[in-house]
């Protein structure tokens, strides 16, 4: 067979990669870090033991299927790549076929994500040591994880199969599968009186809403249906895949002078523009990067929306609205993270590669501006970006909560959000110019900022959490204190990972700070 020799090729790279090691490294510690404060920071909120224990892995489950439903911006390049680096035509010079080739980028890219699947699998068995949850349950879960996972891996080789660019492939693939798995619940609980809620259960949400024991028992071929629906979408994305292959094949077969697709757009030089501006607004895709990092960054918060709807009221009980949320959370903010450090490092690690860095700085004013001009860049390419990172957490604070103290605090503790929102992010930044400036490639950059500008703020925001929660008395006060306590945390940590930021710049670059 053809298709095993392509996929040893795939296997090989990636095993000599660190990259996949750390993955399944990664899956596994957000796992843990889901559960266990999942755990400890509701357990005395939780009527029993059972009871948290079944809250715990619905939280767990909610994160790991975002995660599943991002898989497939792995697979939304492969083929996009070859066609723009022209060496997709010398493939099909051997005996590979076009399926083969679907498959070959189908197959690695799945066995990478099913085996960080697979590292955090265990975690879900967790929470039954607590109780209210079966092994039959986590059996189903995990199937619907699986199956979700290979949607969203077929939906990004759809959208690779006919596209140039990774912005554009991405889009697509990020639209259609929002349309599956949203659209048809969606309109069922929009519009019943059109579209009966029955008729719109088939796919990712309700394969998960029923995969539960009580929904299970009493309706069991509602969730065989709709893994079924939902494996056989995925298969036909492939098939569909393979078609605008060859269709792509033969237009760049037709248009050999158009081989790189469209003309790259021109960017003059402004009046009074700085040079050095200029050179990072030339970089392409770095606003559609930034606006979806922002559109997942504020994403988990409209569950506090979705549920007021039949459906979504069923499938996130128990798990949405206020700081119930924050587990949820850190699988959104480490991905928004991970696309925030890439804009913010990209240049650095870009210039170094090119050896353009060394160029500039032997220039006066490249020297004395380079921190300067890179950061006024950042902020004319966050501006909006971060309006929308902020804007439903601003939609909170204005439902309407009884008594005006309590109105007071809630309105309070939601502009502190979106202060500490917005003070991340600018701290993210500039430990993104950091690393970009350190790091020896682009995806350690990227991991490092993740680690110490997502990862590390939610951890010491939970241990101050869980050492208050453990030594607090039951009063009002220290009630407000207590989850008021982890936003001043981060609050602090945001304040000096900001300054040491800056500082480590301003000791590589001591004319830096001139500009």
């Known amino acids: 067979m053809t298709i095993l020799p392509l996929l040893e090729r795939e296997l090989r790279v990636r095993a000599r990669s660190a990259a996949g090691y750390w993955t399944r490294c990664g899956a596994a510690l957000a796992g843990m870090l889901v559960c266990l404060s999942t755990l400890t920071v509701y357990a005395g909120t939780a009527s029993n033991v059972a009871e948290l224990g079944a809250f715990a892995f619905k939280c767990l489950v909610v994160s790991a299927f975002t995660v599943c439903c991002l898989c497939g911006f792995l697979t939304v390049d492969g083929i996009s790549r070859e066609r723009r680096e022209g060496t997709l035509g010398l493939l099909f010079l051997t005996r590979v076929r076009t399926l083969d080739v679907l498959l070959g980028n189908f197959g690695a890219e799945g066995l990478a994500s099913l085996c960080a699947l697979a590292a955090f699998a265990p975690v879900l068995i967790v929470p039954m040591l607590a109780g209210g949850v079966s092994g039959a349950e986590a059996a189903r879960t995990v199937l619907v994880l699986f199956d979700t996972m290979i949607l969203?891996?077929?939906?990004?080789?759809?959208?690779?199969?006919?596209?140039?660019?990774?912005?554009?492939?991405?889009?697509?693939?990020?639209?259609?599968?929002?349309?599956?798995?949203?659209?048809?619940?969606?309109?069922?609980?929009?519009?019943?009186?059109?579209?009966?809620?029955?008729?719109?259960?088939?796919?990712?949400?309700?394969?998960?809403?029923?995969?539960?024991?009580?929904?299970?028992?009493?309706?069991?071929?509602?969730?065989?249906?709709?893994?079924?629906?939902?494996?056989?979408?995925?298969?036909?994305?492939?098939?569909?895949?393979?078609?605008?292959?060859?269709?792509?094949?033969?237009?760049?077969?037709?248009?050999?002078?158009?081989?790189?697709?469209?003309?790259?757009?021109?960017?003059?030089?402004?009046?009074g523009e700085?040079?050095?501006?200029?050179?990072?607004?030339?970089?392409?895709g770095v606003g559609?990067?930034?606006?979806?990092?922002?559109?997942?960054?504020?994403?988990?918060?409209?569950?506090?929306?979705?549920?007021?709807?039949?459906?979504?009221?069923?499938?996130?009980?128990?798990?949405?609205?206020?700081?119930?949320?924050?587990?949820?959370?850190l699988a959104f903010s480490v991905v928004e993270g991970c696309f925030f450090a890439w804009?913010?490092?990209?240049?650095?690690?870009?210039?170094?590669?090119?050896?353009?860095?060394?160029?500039?700085?032997?220039?006066?004013?490249?020297?004395?501006?380079?921190?300067?001009?890179?950061?006024?860049?950042?902020?004319?390419?966050f501006r909006w970006p971060l309006a929308v990172v902020v804007?439903?957490?601003?939609?909170l604070s204005l439902i309407p909560t009884p008594g005006i103290s309590y109105?007071?605090?809630?309105?309070?503790?939601?502009?502190?959000?979106?202060?500490?929102?917005?003070?991340?992010?600018?701290?993210?930044?500039?430990?993104g110019m950091w690393f970009?400036?350190?790091?020896?490639?682009?995806?350690?950059?990227?991991?490092?900022?993740?680690?110490?500008?997502r990862i590390m703020p939610y951890v010491v925001g939970y241990l101050a959490y869980a050492v208050l929660n453990k030594f607090a008395p039951m009063t009002l006060a220290w009630s407000i204190l207590l989850w008021g306590m982890p936003q001043i945390v981060n609050l602090v940590f945001y304040m000096c990972l900001f300054q040491w930021a800056r500082r480590r710049l301003a000791s590589q670059l001591p004319q830096a700070g001139r500009g």
């Open 288 to 329: 559609a990067v930034v606006w979806t990092g922002a559109l997942l960054g504020s994403a988990y918060y409209g569950s506090a929306y979705f549920s007021r709807f039949p459906f979504f009221g069923r499938f996130t009980s128990g798990i949405s609205g206020g700081y119930s949320l924050w587990d949820l959370s």
């Open 152 to 271: 969203s891996l077929a939906d990004g080789l759809w959208a690779s199969a006919s596209g140039r660019g990774w912005w554009w492939s991405a889009f697509s693939a990020a639209a259609l599968l929002a349309l599956i798995i949203f659209g048809p619940p969606g309109l069922g609980s929009l519009f019943p009186q059109f579209l009966p809620l029955d008729l719109s259960w088939p796919g990712p949400l309700s394969a998960l809403a029923s995969a539960d024991d009580t929904h299970y028992q009493q309706n069991v071929a509602t969730y065989w249906i709709a893994l079924a629906v939902v494996h056989g979408i995925s298969w036909l994305l492939v098939v569909d895949a393979g078609k605008r292959l060859r269709r792509a094949l033969e237009e760049d077969n037709e248009a050999p002078a158009n081989a790189f697709g469209r003309a790259r757009r021109r960017h003059p030089l402004a009046a």
């Open 407 to 431: 109105r007071l605090y809630y309105v309070a503790f939601h502009l502190l959000s979106c202060l500490i929102t917005l003070l991340g992010i600018v701290a993210l930044l500039w430990a």
């Open 391 to 395: 804007a439903p957490t601003m939609g």
């Open 436 to 453: 970009g400036w350190y790091a020896r490639s682009q995806a350690r950059a990227i991991v490092r900022v993740v680690l110490v500008a």
């Open 274 to 284: 700085a040079p050095l501006e200029w050179l990072m607004r030339r970089q392409r």
């Open 343 to 381: 804009v913010a490092s990209r240049f650095l690690i870009e210039a170094r590669r090119t050896g353009e860095l060394e160029l500039l700085l032997t220039t006066p004013e490249g020297a004395r501006t380079i921190v300067a001009s890179q950061w006024r860049w950042l902020k004319g390419v």
